[in-house]
């Protein structure tokens, strides 16, 4: 009895070491935890504070500063008839250089900030920002960047005679939100030596920017030479209303209740023919002898490019109105507008807790993407002066350009609706900034590349990184790794990342993209994380 009596006595001895153990190593576990989020959080404080002295308010655009001055003194620029009007007077006064979005990177992105200024001043949309960035960047940009000189002399002709470019690319069944298709055809024919037009129904160009007005207009179509389908190719084609060939049918899209100053047109064209020197041929051409040729430099991207500096136009704009106009314009109203806290007391309802803590969370995401956007911006001027790029440095500007896109124009729209909610009735009134001065802002969630469809690509091409054995043995690692530092979350963003990337694998070829619907929630959250990564790479870069 007494040898039970004390194995029973050990046993509990050692279930209170055991539990004491468990304790012991529990509390550590969370002291560590709570330790490393202290520090995490400390590093977060004084980040913030780095930025908002680097990014305080803003000031107007300096490179535009001879424009804004010319137009706020200009009363025929202010009352002319359309904004059309106002483009041509603004190309003919050559303010900025045509070939700036090839040649001068920054002092482009700068304009656009200075036209969005200006835009709004005059009481606009977004409308005049729309069509100055169709002509400058897609148009001309195109024109400068794979059409041969000869061909580029045509945007001399924009400055002296005020021509208007159009770029026609979105087709009616293939729109943003369908990613880029293309099935507008041009077929050469050599016994005529030029292009035969078609757009089969749904293929019609759809939402074209400036179409109705345009005198030359870039156009995409896919290639046919010899029965072979070379894919989508660009074409400079004369459209000047009155001068355009038989067959092309230009018309205006529905009527729409925004944007109603800028002339979008849906155009179709019937057995039209141009004759071979249309084709823009810095890089792919027709030979005398009726073959196609093409440089090894050429690949789609070349074509697509203005639609990547496109998208940064778009993050930049959108960004810069919320910061500089539309924000400063809330919080004046925040500070001024006074409420009773009691039956005795008023306050400005910038004061008021929840208005207070919301303001404070836009100022510390605002400073953030300020300087990932200043990160991404500079990353793409240096790409596109450099001579030779690699694939690596092509992949870092997409993702980058991607990831600006979706951060700023987002933030902007979900800020504006936040902020909305807080502002009471004044939101429905017309002086307030919640109407249309805000418009714009969805339509840069979609203008070059839907979000949505941007935020799926930048995981698809993520999840191309775990496509080796190896590469999912270092996957297993980090999340070791992320684990042992206490970083839960990369290490459950990175575990979903490898899972889906095994799914994938297993799906095969035939069930890949049943697979890739079935993981739509499971790609939407992982897509936000690398764009949060993303974003606090570059805030580290810029801070260094």
């Keep these: 009895g007494q040898r039970n009596r004390w194995d029973f006595r050990t046993m509990e001895e050692g279930r209170r070491q055991a539990l004491l ?71 003919k006064k050559r303010f900025l250089d045509i070939r700036s979005g090839v040649n001068d990177p920054e002092v482009f992105f700068d304009f656009h900030k200075a036209i969005a200024d200006s835009d709004a001043l005059l009481g606009g949309e977004g409308a005049f920002l729309a069509r100055f960035t169709a002509h400058f960047n897609l148009f001309a940009g195109s024109v400068a960047g794979i059409g041969t000189p000869e061909q580029a002399a045509v945007l001399e002709k924009c400055h002296t005679e005020g021509m208007l470019g159009a770029f026609a690319l979105t087709e009616k069944d293939g729109g943003v939100l369908s990613g880029l298709v293309v099935n507008a055809t041009a077929t050469y024919d050599k016994e ?56 092309v049918v230009n018309e205006s899209i529905p009527t729409k209740h925004s944007f109603t100053r800028l002339d979008n047109s849906v155009i179709a064209m019937n057995n039209v023919f141009y004759p071979k020197d249309v084709l823009l041929s810095r890089f792919t051409r027709i030979t005398k002898d009726g073959e196609y040729e093409k440089d090894a430099s050429w690949s789609f991207l070349t074509i697509i490019q203005r639609l990547v500096s496109g998208r940064l136009c778009i993050a930049n704009t959108v960004f810069h109105s919320f910061e500089f106009l539309v924000y400063p314009w809330i919080l004046e109203h925040f500070n001024k507008r006074k409420v009773y806290t009691d039956r005795n007391q008023q306050e400005p309802m910038a004061k008021l807790p929840h208005i207070a803590r919301c303001c404070a969370k836009i100022d510390n995401k605002r400073a953030r993407l300020r300087a990932m956007l200043d990160y991404t911006q500079q990353t793409y001027i240096k790409f596109a002066a450099s001579a030779k790029r690699t694939k690596q440095q092509e992949a870092q500007v997409l993702h980058l350009v991607a990831c600006a896109k979706i951060s700023c124009v987002n933030f902007a729209v979900r800020s504006v609706e936040k902020l909305k909610w807080l502002a009471g009735g004044w939101a429905m009134f017309e002086e307030s900034p919640f109407g249309r001065a805000t418009q714009m802002y969805y339509g840069g969630r979609i203008a070059e590349g839907d979000n949505h469809i941007l935020l799926q690509k930048v995981v698809q091409d993520n999840l191309k990184s775990f496509a080796s054995p190896m590469s999912m043995l270092g996957a297993l690692a980090k999340i070791v790794w992320f684990s042992q530092l206490a970083r839960f979350k990369d290490a459950y963003y990175t575990a979903l990342g490898l899972w889906m990337a095994i799914k994938l694998r297993f799906a095969g070829r035939k069930g890949k993209l049943a697979m890739w619907r079935k993981m739509d929630a499971d790609i939407e959250r992982y897509g936000h994380w690398l764009i949060e990564k993303t974003v606090d790479d570059a805030v580290k870069k810029m801070l260094r």
């Design 21 to 91: 153990c468990v304790g012991a190593a529990t509390l550590s576990t969370l002291a560590y935890v709570w330790l490393q989020e202290k520090y995490r959080a400390r590093v977060r404080r004084n980040q913030q504070k780095r930025l908002k002295a680097k990014y305080g308010p803003t000031t107007r655009s300096k490179g535009a500063q001879e424009f804004l001055e010319w137009y706020q003194n200009c009363d025929e620029y202010k009352n002319a008839p359309t904004d059309a009007d106002r483009m041509r007077m603004f190309l």
């Design 192 to 247: 005529r030596d030029g292009f035969i037009f078609e757009t089969k129904p749904g293929a019609e160009k759809w939402w074209i920017s400036q179409g109705l007005s345009a005198d030359i207009c870039v156009w995409f179509a896919r290639l046919i030479v010899k029965g072979v389908d070379h894919g989508p190719h660009a074409f400079l084609l004369p459209f000047k209303e009155g001068e355009r060939p038989e067959g």
